[in-house]
C-alpha cells in the first residue's frame, strides 16, 4: 500500500512537471498550480472587492483614457490573448498596481502626479508586466497570499483583521510585494511596452525621481510598490533611462511621444487628496457630509476611510473600531445579522437612544482558537432609513481598557448640523498658463499659493522650486 501510495505521488508530480507551461515573457518553463482559466477567475472574484473598497472614480474621460491606452499596450504584449481591465479608483494614495487574470488599477492619486502621458504609459506597462510574466501566479505559487494582519497600513493584531475580510477578501491581492527581479522584469516590459506604442519610456525613469522624493516627505508610506520594493532608486532610474535609450534604437523611434498638455488638461478638475464629501477627520472628530453625521475618534489611532466603511487601530494593535453600514429592515433583524456573520456569542444586548436616534447595544464574543475569546461592543443605530454599526474589537483580556474609548464615539454619534462641515469641498487640480519667463516658485508666489504648500506644488510638478518655466507652460496647482 506504501508502495503504491508512493508511485502515484511520484507519477503525479512527473504528470505536474511536463505539464508546466512556459512563462510567456521569459520563455521558461514554470511550474505554477493555477491554471490561465483560474487566474482569470481570480481577478474575476477580487474586481468587485476593489472596486467596493476604494469605488470607482467618477469621471467617464479618464476611464476611457486608461482603458484606450491600456488595451493598446495590452494587444502588443507578452499575453494579448487574455481580456484586460483598467481602472481609476478613487483613492488618495499614490499607487497602481495588478490582480492577476488581466485587472489593472491606478489611483487618482497617482495620476494627479504624472505630469505627461509618457509617464503614465511606462507605469501602465509596468503594472501589465507584472501580468504578462504571471508574477502575481507566482507568488500565489509560493503562498505569500493571505492575512498578513495590514489593513490599509494600520497593524493590527491578526485575530481582530478577520473583521475586517467582508472588504478585505481580495484585498491581499493589493498587499503583494514582488520580489527585486520581478521588479527589474516588469520595469524591463513598462520601457518595452511603452515605446512599442510610441511613448518616450524615459520619462518613466523621471517619474521614479518624483517618487522617490514623495516617500522621502511621507517616510515611504506612500510609494507604490513597484519603487519601495527595490534597494536603490537611483540605480533603477539609470537602467531604466539606459533601457530606454535602447528600445528606441530598437524601435527606430526618432519622435517619442510625451503629451504633457494634453494630459494636463485631461486631469483639469481631478480631486486632489482626500474628498471631504466622502467624510473626513478634523480635531478627532469623524464628518461626513454627504450622510449628515458625526462621531469623536479616538486620538492618535491610525486612520482609514472608504466607500464601505471606516477604520481605526489603536497605536498598539491591540484594539480595532469600525463604522460601516448594517443588514436589516430593522434594528433587531441588523443585530442578527451581525451575530450571524462575525460567528459572535451575545454576552448581553439592549434597547437605547444615541442622542434621540433609535439604537441596540450589544456585547457579544467571539471564541478563538487555544482557548482565546475576543469581546466586541456593537452599536446598531437608526438614522432615516439607514442602520450604522459601530462596533470595537479587542482581545476579552483587553477589553476593558477600551472599552470607555469606544462608548466615547459610539454615544456621541449625532447628526451632522455644523453648515461649515456640512459644505466643505475637496480641493481640485487646477491648471494654470505661464505667461512670462520665470521660475516656478516666482509663478506659485503670483498664484497666491501659500509658501507652506509651495514644495508640495513643485513635487506635484515633478519639478524644484528654482526651475526655470517659459511662457505658454502649463503648471499644476490645487485649488477648489
Not at 515611504?220 to 513597484?226: K, M, V
Not at 519601495?228 to 523611434?253: C, D, F, M
Not at 478638475?269 to 461626513?288: A, C, L, S, T
Not at 509651495?454 to 517659459?470: F, I, P, S
Request: aromatic share 10%; proline share 4%; hydrophobic share 40%.
Amino acid at each position: 500500500m506504501k508502495n503504491n501510495s508512493l508511485f502515484i505521488f511520484l507519477l503525479s508530480a512527473f504528470m505536474l512537471f511536463n505539464s508546466c507551461a512556459r512563462n510567456p515573457v521569459s520563455g521558461k518553463r514554470q511550474i505554477v498550480l493555477m491554471s490561465e482559466s483560474q487566474e482569470i477567475a481570480m481577478g474575476q472574484e477580487a474586481d468587485p472587492q476593489v472596486i467596493a473598497q476604494f469605488g470607482l472614480y467618477p469621471d467617464s474621460a479618464l476611464q476611457r483614457f486608461i482603458t484606450q491606452k491600456g488595451r493598446q499596450m495590452a494587444a502588443i504584449s507578452h499575453r494579448p490573448n487574455i481580456e484586460y481591465h483598467f481602472r481609476v479608483i478613487d483613492s488618495d494614495v499614490i499607487n497602481a498596481f495588478a490582480v492577476p487574470g488581466g485587472y489593472v488599477y491606478f489611483t487618482r492619486g497617482i495620476m494627479a502626479y504624472f505630469n505627461n502621458e509618457a509617464e503614465f504609459a511606462g507605469v501602465l506597462g509596468h503594472e501589465i508586466g507584472h501580468i504578462t510574466a504571471r508574477h502575481s501566479v507566482e507568488q500565489q505559487r509560493n503562498q505569500l497570499l493571505g492575512q498578513v494582519g495590514l489593513i490599509a497600513g494600520m497593524v493590527v493584531a491578526p485575530q481582530l483583521a478577520q473583521f475586517a475580510d467582508a472588504a478585505f477578501q481580495g484585498m491581499g491581492l493589493l498587499l503583494l510585494k514582488f520580489g527585486r527581479d520581478a521588479e527589474r522584469e516588469s520595469d524591463m516590459l513598462g520601457v518595452e511596452y511603452s515605446t512599442k506604442i510610441g511613448y518616450d519610456a524615459a520619462e518613466m525613469a523621471d517619474f521614479f525621481t518624483t517618487l522617490e522624493r514623495k516617500g522621502a516627505e511621507t517616510g515611504a508610506a506612500e510609494l507604490p510598490d513597484f519603487l519601495s520594493t527595490h534597494p536603490n532608486p537611483g540605480q533603477r532610474q539609470a537602467t531604466v533611462a539606459q533601457l530606454a535609450k535602447e528600445w528606441k534604437q530598437k524601435q527606430n523611434l526618432t519622435n517619442p511621444v510625451v503629451n504633457r498638455n494634453s494630459y494636463l488638461r485631461m486631469i483639469e478638475g481631478m480631486v486632489f487628496g482626500e474628498d471631504p464629501r466622502q467624510g473626513f477627520r478634523e480635531n478627532n472628530i469623524f464628518y461626513h457630509p454627504d450622510l449628515k453625521f458625526q462621531f469623536p475618534t479616538p486620538p492618535n489611532w491610525a486612520y482609514q476611510n472608504s466607500p464601505q466603511r471606516v477604520q481605526l487601530a489603536s497605536p498598539d494593535g491591540k484594539a480595532l473600531f469600525m463604522l460601516m453600514l448594517a443588514p436589516g429592515a430593522n434594528l433587531q433583524e441588523a443585530a442578527n445579522a451581525v451575530v450571524q456573520q462575525y460567528k459572535l456569542t451575545p454576552v448581553q444586548s439592549s434597547q437605547v437612544t444615541v442622542n434621540g436616534l433609535n439604537a441596540i447595544a450589544m456585547v457579544a464574543d467571539q471564541a478563538q482558537q487555544q482557548g482565546q475569546v475576543l469581546r466586541t461592543l456593537s452599536y446598531l443605530i437608526q438614522y432615516g432609513s439607514t442602520i450604522y454599526h459601530l462596533i470595537g474589537i479587542s482581545s476579552l483580556a483587553d477589553f476593558t481598557a477600551y472599552q470607555n474609548t469606544f462608548l466615547n464615539s459610539m454615544q456621541n454619534f449625532r447628526q451632522l448640523t455644523d453648515a461649515s462641515k456640512l459644505n466643505r469641498q475637496p480641493e481640485r487640480i487646477r491648471i494654470r498658463t505661464v505667461n512670462s519667463n520665470t521660475t516656478l516658485g516666482n509663478f506659485l508666489t503670483q498664484q497666491n499659493v501659500p509658501s507652506a504648500r509651495r514644495e508640495e506644488m513643485a513635487l506635484l510638478n515633478g519639478m524644484r522650486l528654482t526651475d526655470n518655466l517659459t511662457s505658454g507652460m502649463l503648471i499644476k496647482v490645487v485649488g477648489q
